[in-house]
């Protein structure tokens, strides 16, 4: 991973923002629904019986939380039981109208006991829950629960029992705005639906044959609207390229403060950061400037949790494709959670999955490493080489620019340099329109020149030779 520091200060010293830029503030890259993508997702009254039957949750519920966790053994994991919780609980709190009653950290031997928990465990929910009216759910957070353990915390609870798949799915489509991301919904449901049903052979009303045909044909279709997409959105990313603006993805764990952090480098009002698990759902585009005055743009993108079930995870990484096209991608990481290292080494090792898939792309030698939340770091000294900041204190934000500067000259092959230039030509001219002028200065010695200080693209300063020199 590039780590900016080592990449010596070849330019420094510049002035403001001198050249305009016209674009609008926010780039979405999908369009709203066409009539045939909305019938595709509604339309078909079958399909929609099974939705309702394995994947609907019909009202807001007030939970119980359980966070399962093995003490020992392989299946331990690196991020602590009262982080998961809280994961669990900001889960929850992320859907309209649902609320947490309560939460409880259960130890188990192992996750594969048919009944989850041992006796004892068992008697001492179900005792809680019984005498309690207001827990109207429970939420074990943890991947999918399998049917037959569903049914015996069911019986033993009297409550519905939700696993995290569902949530997930449910936080999905509630925050799912894009074309895209619907469909990616309609996707991962499709593939639990399957699942489910193919395990129940749902009420036997249905041969499998004839759910494998209404599954295959449905897959089908989104997959085409997909791929239609993916061309759309391949043609406006060129579009994007050809306007050359360095794109600086922002990546992250979730409630790791992308948003906050875009929002303070673009000074955008309308962005919303939530203390919410993916409040961002939807890749958007903002423009943001460098100390220089260099106009870039940021991308945001979701943000990722661990443990979500693999055809979840699609619906994630598809919309993380953008930034992989990035000139630079800052990798936003809550330096103030427990979990610091276990949610680390979750997005690097996505990142890394995504750059063996991505056909020799380059994605990791592209990352910065940024520390946001160090105002809540109760130790002022913090080991990790990486820059410290808050969005939210103001600190470490200027040098965060610079330092991006200093990464987008370089890894675009940007120069910044001065060169002297009839006063009030066409060349100046020329150089406001294709490269960001920095300053001007009347040469002293002949007032009918000045010396322009300039970014410009190689392929630019080419051009500008061959027009002038
Ligand atoms: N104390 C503190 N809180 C912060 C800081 N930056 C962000 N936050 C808070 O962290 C929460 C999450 O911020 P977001 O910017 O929405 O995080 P995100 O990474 O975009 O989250 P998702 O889009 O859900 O993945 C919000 O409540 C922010 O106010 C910071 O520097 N310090
Ligand atoms: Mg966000």
């Known amino acids: ?24 503030p926010c780039v979405q890259d999908d369009e709203p629904l066409s009539e045939n993508v909305k019938e595709l997702l509604t339309s078909d009254s079958e399909y929609n019986k099974l939705v309702d039957h394995f994947c609907h949750i019909k009202t807001a519920h ?27 609980v900001a889960l929850i709190q992320t859907l309209p109208s649902w609320s947490v009653e309560e939460t409880l950290r259960v130890p188990l031997d192992s996750l594969d006991r048919k009944s989850l928990f041992k006796s004892g465990s068992m008697e001492k929910i179900r005792n809680m829950v019984l005498k309690r009216n207001d827990i109207s759910a429970i939420f074990i957070n943890s991947g999918t629960l399998k049917k037959a353990t569903v049914e015996i915390l069911q019986e033993n609870f009297q409550r519905p029992v939700l696993d995290k798949y569902k949530i997930v799915m449910q936080i999905l489509k509630e925050h799912a705005t894009s074309k895209h991301a619907k469909l990616q919904v309609a996707l991962a449901e499709l593939y639990y639906i399957q699942r489910k049903s193919e395990k129940e052979l749902y009420f036997k009303t249905y041969s499998s044959e004839a759910l494998r045909l209404m599954f295959q044909s449905r897959e089908k279709k989104i997959k085409e609207e997909i791929k239609q997409l993916r061309n759309q959105r391949n043609l406006l990313r060129k579009r994007r390229q050809k306007m050359d603006y360095p794109i600086i993805a922002v990546v992250g764990y979730t409630n790791s403060g992308k948003t906050s952090i875009i929002k303070v480098l673009t000074g955008e009002k309308s962005l919303q950061p939530k203390n919410q698990l993916f409040a961002t759902l939807d890749v958007t585009v903002h423009e943001g400037d460098l100390p220089s005055g260099l106009n870039v743009l940021y991308v945001d993108t979701v943000g990722f949790i661990s443990d979500i079930p693999a055809n979840l995870v699609e619906c994630f990484v598809a919309t993380l494709e953008d930034a992989l096209l990035a000139d630079v991608i800052i990798h936003v990481e809550d330096i103030s959670s427990e979990s610091y290292d276990y949610k680390r ?17 380059d994605i ?28 939210q204190k103001g600190i470490g934000l200027d040098e965060l620019k610079q330092q991006l500067e200093d990464f987008v000259l370089f890894v675009t092959g940007r120069k910044k340099i001065t060169i002297r230039i009839p006063t009030g030509g066409e060349e100046i001219r020329w150089l406001y329109k294709n490269a960001t002028v920095l300053n001007e200065i009347p040469d002293q010695e002949d007032l009918q020149f000045i010396f322009a200080k300039v970014i410009i693209t190689q392929s630019s300063l080419q051009k500008f030779k061959s027009y002038f020199i």
């Open 1 to 24: 991973m590039l780590n900016l520091r080592n990449i010596g200060r070849v330019f420094k010293g510049c002035v403001p923002l001198i050249r305009p830029i016209h674009i609008s």
């Open 345 to 361: 080494k979750h997005v690097l090792d996505t990142l890394e999955r995504l750059e063996k898939q991505s056909e020799g792309k």
């Open 364 to 391: 990791l030698s592209k990352v910065i490493p940024v520390g946001n939340k160090c105002d809540l770091l109760k130790e002022k000294h913090f080991d990790q080489d990486l820059l410290l900041v808050s969005a």
């Open 62 to 88: 007030r939970c119980l939380v359980i966070q399962p966790y093995v003490k020992w053994g392989p299946s331990k994991l690196s991020i602590s039981p009262e982080e998961q919780l809280s994961e669990a």
